[in-house]
């Protein structure tokens, strides 16, 4: 077929020799993926045509229709996972295009030590995820009647004149703000830190909303993490721990993985 090479996600050779690619459909619903082989590299990529799928065509998708754009984000997600399942898998961006075979094999070449890199710091290792939420109205109740500088500004305040204290006592809410902010990231950091004692990497990422999240609590941390395998299981514990310890206080921690390995196999198309 002359047109498009959609990429999916690359992974070696000595891999996809021992276990054949699944039937899974295409891109455009109607193809079929395979593989092309490059050296030790191998490409998990369907055709599409050039002219339904052009520079154009895309973008005006992309920014105009939402219904779409969903589809085949999630189809793209869904097809990454389930080859992640199977093989060691760099994972490429949605929507990664190659006019031909040679430009894709070029950039491959062109890569090859990295991508050699790569494979071995994923091989045996997954992605995980862990985002922390927060009941502020929890928390708050406890920084405020527990927080020593807080403790402090109240009987500071009580020595005043009864007129100076009516105002005064205004500056406690926005102290109490302050350090129900100070006590969400000092805890979350804390578990962060320790997360990555069983990690050979942890990134933070940004959070997300409660539009995004749709949930009451607010997203206090979000992070990514890869784990060898050996280490999953006490990963998941030390959470659990966390969980408990922490639950009487508003917050809830979860983990979820593994993940193709977006975060940890970055590479230029």
Known sequence: MSGLLYLYGLIPTEEASKESLPAMRGFDGEGKLYTIEIGEVTAIVCDLSSQEYSEDSLRNKVENDMDWL???????????????????IIPLKFCTLYKNEENLKSTIEGNRNKLEATFKQL?????????????????????????????????????????????????????????????????????????????????????????????????????VFLLPDSKVEEFVEEIKHYEEEMGHAGWKIEASGPWPPYHFSSFSS
């Open 70 to 88: 969903q589809e085949k984000a999630f189809h793209h997600h869904e097809t990454v996972l389930m080859v992640s399942k199977l093989y060691t």
């Open 123 to 223: 091989d045996g290792n997954e992605e995980w995820n862990v985002k922390i939420y927060c009941d502020d109205k929890v928390l708050k109740k406890q920084v405020s009647e527990n927080h020593p500088s807080i403790e402090a500004k109240r009987k500071e305040i009580s020595k005043l004149p009864k007129g100076r204290q009516f105002f005064e006592m205004k500056k406690i809410d926005q102290l109490v703000d302050r350090e129900l902010e100070n006590e969400k990231n000092r805890l979350c950091e804390e578990v962060h830190e320790k997360l990555k004692e069983h990690s050979l990497q942890g990134n933070i990422k940004k959070n997300w909303s409660k539009g995004a999240t749709g949930r009451q609590e607010h997203m206090a941390w979000n992070s």
